[in-house]
C-alpha cells in the first residue's frame, strides 16, 4: 500500500524551529520529486517546497532563507527544517509526490494537482 506519513509536528515559539519528515512506504522516493505544502484555516493549500528526484530544490518566497529541504533515500524519508518560524507558518503541513516534476521540471515544483500521493498532515503551530 502506498503511504506518505508526516511527522514533526508541533507546538514552537516565534523565532523557534522544527523538523518535519515524510517517510514513504509502499513505493521508492528515489524517482519522485517530493513536496510540502500548507493550509491554514480558511486559506487556501498553498505550496512551500518541493525536492527533485536529483535533488534540485525550490522555495516559496515566503519561506526561502528559512527552510530547508532535504531527501534521504536510503531512509525512503523526505525532511524539511523550518527556522525562523513566524504566527503566519501556522497551519497543517503536507507532503506529496510527483513524477511530473522531475520530468518536467521544477515549473510544476509547487503544482499540487501535479502530485500524485499525499500523506494525512502534521499540525504546526507557532505561537507565543
Known amino acids: 500500500q502506498v503511504q506518505l506519513v508526516e511527522s514533526g509536528g508541533g507546538v514552537v515559539q516565534p523565532g523557534g524551529s522544527l523538523r518535519l519528515s515524510c517517510a514513504a512506504s509502499g513505493f521508492t522516493l528515489d524517482y519522485y520529486a517530493i513536496g510540502w505544502f500548507r493550509q491554514a484555516p480558511g486559506k487556501e493549500r498553498e505550496g512551500v517546497s518541493c525536492i527533485s528526484s536529483d535533488g534540485s530544490t525550490y522555495y516559496a518566497d515566503s519561506v526561502k532563507g528559512r527552510f530547508t529541504i532535504s531527501r534521504d533515500n536510503a531512509k525512503n524519508t523526505v525532511y524539511l527544517q523550518m527556522n525562523s518560524l513566524k504566527p503566519e507558518d501556522t497551519a497543517v503541513y503536507y507532503c506529496?509526490?510527483?513524477?511530473?516534476?522531475?520530468?518536467?521540471?521544477?515549473?510544476?515544483?509547487?503544482?499540487?494537482?501535479?502530485?500524485?500521493?499525499w500523506g494525512q498532515g502534521t499540525q504546526v503551530t507557532v505561537s507565543s
Open positions: 506529496a509526490a510527483s513524477l511530473v516534476v522531475p520530468n518536467y521540471g521544477l515549473g510544476y515544483a509547487l503544482a499540487a494537482a501535479e502530485y500524485d500521493y
